[in-house]
């Protein structure tokens, strides 16, 4: 084991960071390890004399030819210096290599079977005497991809005033547990719970319920259905 | 050097906690309700047969006789101003009465109308001023009378036919 200590172009070497060194026998020793094309090339900071002196001679190490330099730049210089390294000069190089780096962010991923549902109260079907007349719609599904936990779908209507009430319930959903059926306003409303990493679909049952005494009309709502931290 | 490492990690969480919170997803659908008028009457039944059994000596009306056993339901959304007409398909002979009372706590009751000749295309109206919403199990009342000049009747059945309309 041969130890040197010298200067280093860590540039002009193509040094790459292959670990921070935190201790040596138990000792902090603050120092960084490079690889340079030549050898090691072990930087560090503050590092007590007596602590090198434990596991080599000098500050200065050399295995099997490979250098190790101590490096009296600063550290925050020398990172600098790495992120300044050009392509180019890593094209000089006989060989490469290269990281692959997969990262999987958040996905959200929401949508309706379809966009438009009507619901038309006619009174077929109801019996003289009621004032209240109803009417369902199940023909549209909710699908959901969720990669992320702890998640529930919430549900809510832009119309401030409806004249008739619209309610809506999750049926048969393929994971997670429909919160019941609750009647649509403008404040979010537990729709389904427990979607959390997940991908799946519910019906969506919409049920309009008019009183006799509110008489003909119409309401339009825009029903929106959120993903929500649960 | 612990307080760079310190500093990523809040660094870290901070961006973590921005992406969870921006991590959201909608979906939107445009539902329609529509509200049609709706008119709906319906009867409990028919009411039990109307015999004339008796009448006082020395008067020429007998004495009459009604039935209150049925009833009649309605639900209407279209306005305040409907009302319930009633016809018969057959009008009654000459000397015979047959009237006809509808309850109601939505509109008006006319009382006892005669409905002898009202067949079609000269209903008469019994109940009227009825407002939208329902108005369930309302006694309908029919009394039947007759002079003696008008002799018998075999039994006879008519049709009451109730018209809820605006």
Known sequence: ?230 | MKKSIISLSIAILIAAAFQTASAQATASQNVTLQVNAVYKIATSGNPNPLTITTGTAGSDNLTPVTDNSTTYSITQNVANTVKITAELNNALPSGYTLELSLGSSKGTSLGYVDISNATSGSAVNVVTGIARGADANQTVSYRFSATASAGTLTSTTRTVTLTLTN
């Open chain 1, 1 to 230: 084991m041969q130890l040197t200590e010298q200067p280093v172009d860590l540039i002009s070497r193509r040094a790459v960071l292959i670990q921070q060194i935190i201790r040596i026998r138990g000792r902090v020793l603050g120092g960084y390890l490079f690889n340079v094309a030549d050898g090691l090339v072990f930087l560090y900071g503050v590092i007590p004399k007596a602590d090198l002196n434990l596991r080599i001679t000098r500050p200065i190490l050399l295995f099997n030819n490979r250098l190790i330099v101590k490096q009296t730049f600063s550290t925050i210089f020398l990172f600098a210096a790495l992120l300044s390294i050009p392509a180019n000069v890593e094209a000089q190089i006989g060989s490469d290599n290269h990281t692959v780096t997969v990262q999987v962010s958040t996905v959200t991923v929401l949508q309706v079977s379809s966009g438009v549902v009507n619901l038309n109260i006619t009174g077929a079907g109801m019996v003289a005497g009621q004032d209240q007349m109803m009417a369902t719609d199940q023909s549209t599904s909710l699908l959901w991809g969720i990669n992320s936990s702890n998640k529930k779908i919430t549900v809510n209507t832009n119309l401030v005033n409806p004249t008739y009430t619209l309610k809506i319930l999750a049926v048969s959903p393929t994971v997670g547990i429909a919160a019941g059926e609750v009647t649509l306003s403008t404040t979010p409303a537990d729709f389904l719970l427990n979607v959390g990493r997940s991908s799946g679909s519910c019906q969506i049952r919409y049920t309009a319920i008019a009183l006799a005494s509110q008489g003909t009309g119409s309401d339009n709502h825009q029903i929106t259905f959120t993903v929500q931290t649960q």
